[in-house]
């Protein structure tokens, strides 16, 4: 069994997401997670002080990763329409790609685990500033918020299994996003 002080937050924050996507949220206790650390219980206490600090870490970590690979993708174009649609394309893969974690992170079951607002408006202040460069500083809040309730709610309608009528659910992401984009031009 390693020593506690052979584990750090990191790993334990990764450990505990890797968790939180293998068996739920409900599964997710810090004694199963102490197990997968191969350390007891009560060391992960020097870490967070119980389950809600642990769920308001992944969170942290999910929204900060997220953001990143929303800002790779929109970093490797020049154009800035192309930067957008880049960005919407990555938050999509990235929600797919972890759709427990994500779903916590925009949860409104568990409001003690939400990241802290100051956070959460830093983690938007650079993707408001991506959609200004398309759109203009003056209508980049609205045309933010109105691409995040696009991408988020395809999103989950396709987490959902809600997309049953045949047709291809690629092409209606790219055909939502292009005509959302068309508009503010």
Do not use: C
């Not at 924050?13 to 409900?26: Q, V």
């Amino acid at each position: 069994m390693p020593y506690p002080s052979q584990i750090n937050t990191e790993r334990v924050i990764e450990t505990a997401r890797a968790l939180l996507e293998d068996l739920g949220i409900e599964q997710l206790s810090l004694h199963r997670l102490a197990e997968a650390l191969g350390v007891k219980a009560p060391s992960l206490y020097r870490y967070f002080a119980g389950k809600t600090e642990l769920l308001r870490a992944i969170n942290a970590v999910t929204g900060r990763q997220m953001l990143t690979a929303m800002q790779q993708a929109a970093d490797a174009e020049t154009d800035p329409q192309v930067k957008l649609i880049a960005m919407l394309r990555a938050y999509r893969r990235f929600a797919l790609a972890h759709p427990l974690a994500y779903d916590l992170l925009y949860s409104n079951a568990l409001p003690d685990s939400r990241l802290d607002p100051a956070d959460a408006e830093q983690m938007a202040l650079p993707l408001q500033a991506r959609m200004a460069e398309s759109v203009g500083a003056e209508q980049s809040l609205e045309a933010l918020r109105g691409a995040w309730a696009l991408v988020h709610g395809f999103v989950m309608l396709e987490l959902a299994g809600q997309f049953q009528r045949g047709g291809n659910v690629n092409v209606a992401f790219e055909a939502a996003v292009q005509a959302y984009l068309a508009g503010w031009r």
